[in-house]
């Protein structure tokens, strides 16, 4: 090891998506048909709004410039505006726009909390999350929710976990990997205890658009929410800009005040063409992501049925997002099985170690860019792998 590094730098893991991405390339190029279930990526594309507002951006010459380091106040005015549709008091002042969920989270971790403190993370939990936290130093304490079927989490998860050290409390709603949402009652209560606590809650909202049941609850639409609450969420799944790399945060504007000193020192501003197309889709489309979920649920009934016809695997369908979380008996290495189910079925899944010991024993399986016709040709050959 290089002894430049410092430890906690050196003790991280890259997440297998990439290595297992790289494997199916080169399985694809000696001949082989490969389907993926692996990255949870939305199968459309960004919607004419977007593409338009960044060619008249490219025409206008606006684009070549940098934005305000919180990004352009017009996208974060429209922002403000569309969150505040649905139930979220936020005004441009609480948003920074950034490079993805994942530069806010990191934006949000580094503005919030110190080397040494503990941060709570229900499990299962987002991969990036739990690597953000141990990258400043800090401790990733993983909280197994108890809800074993649904993964939802509850207050009952986190209070025992909490000590003098607790600084913040993640939470994912909807869930990735399990597309578990939060109840809003419960996730009220959530913000409320830690708020009389004084511990912060960081919610990723990246799937808010992609809840089939019932709507999105989003944690800044708790009563005294600039207390204690920070929301990260991104366009990439919304509205298919995924290599735009462009997102926000929103917080009490003095968090955001604070947050931009690390915004200026990291990337300054987020790409600015990709603001311009942001804010097309989010004026003009903002019903865009809703247009798929009909497909998406197609997609999802495949993969029930393919699912309950394999005894091993046992899977209870959540009510958004676009994977399924699949227990499989008797797995007690799930890098593997997801290794050796790429190698001999060629279908790529995400083995549930991922998301941390307790997604042990799991595989995560991606509907979102597969057409259902992929999707039932993948549940076929796992099952054959299985022996089914």
Not at 104 to 116: E, N, Y
Request: net charge negative; aromatic share 8%.
């Amino acid at each position: 090891m290089d002894s430049r590094i410092p430890q906690h730098i050196r003790a991280i893991e890259l997440p297998p998506f990439d290595p297992l991405n790289r494997r199916a390339a080169e399985l694809r190029e000696a001949g082989h048909d490969v389907i993926s279930l692996g990255q949870a990526l939305p199968f459309f594309g960004p919607p004419a709004s977007a593409l338009a507002a960044a060619r008249a951006a490219l025409d206008s010459g606006d684009a070549h410039g940098y934005s305000t380091d919180p990004g352009l106040p017009s996208l974060r005015r429209v922002l403000a505006e569309r969150l505040g549709s649905a139930g979220v008091d936020a005004a441009a002042e609480d948003l920074i726009i950034t490079a993805g969920a994942n530069h806010a989270f990191t934006l949000a971790m580094a503005t919030l909390v110190s080397a040494g403190d503990d941060v709570l993370l229900p499990a299962p939990y987002f991969t990036n999350h739990e690597m953000s936290v141990r990258v400043l130093g800090a401790n990733a304490v993983e909280v197994p929710v108890e809800d074993r079927e649904r993964f939802t989490v509850r207050w009952s998860d986190i209070e025992p976990r909490l000590t003098a050290r607790t600084t913040a409390v993640v939470l994912c709603n909807p869930s990735n990997p399990t597309g578990a949402v939060i109840a809003p009652d419960e996730g009220a209560r959530i913000v409320a205890e830690l708020g009389r606590r004084g511990i912060m809650v960081v919610c990723d909202e990246t799937y808010m658009h992609f809840v089939y049941a019932g709507c999105h609850w989003s944690a800044a639409s708790a009563l005294r929410w600039r207390d204690n609450v920070v929301v990260v969420g991104t366009f990439s799944k919304s509205f298919g800009m995924m290599g735009w790399r462009v997102g926000f945060m929103l917080a009490d504007g003095p968090i955001c005040d604070e947050a931009v000193k690390i915004q200026d020192a990291m990337i300054i501003c987020a790409p600015v063409i990709s603001q311009f197309a942001a804010e097309g889709a989010v004026r003009d489309s903002w019903a865009y992501p809703a247009t798929f979920h009909g497909a998406l649920l197609e997609r999802r009934q495949a993969l029930i049925d393919g699912i309950r016809a394999i005894p091993r695997l046992t899977w209870t369908p959540a009510d958004a997002a676009f994977f399924g979380f699949v227990r499989v008996e008797g797995c007690r290495d799930s890098a593997a099985l997801a290794e050796s189910l790429l190698e001999h079925a060629h279908v790529v899944a995400i083995p549930g170690s991922a998301f941390g010991p307790s997604g042990e024993g799991h595989l995560r399986l991606s509907y979102g860019s597969a057409g259902t016709d992929a999707v039932r040709d993948a549940v076929r050959r796992i099952a054959l792998f299985f022996g089914v």
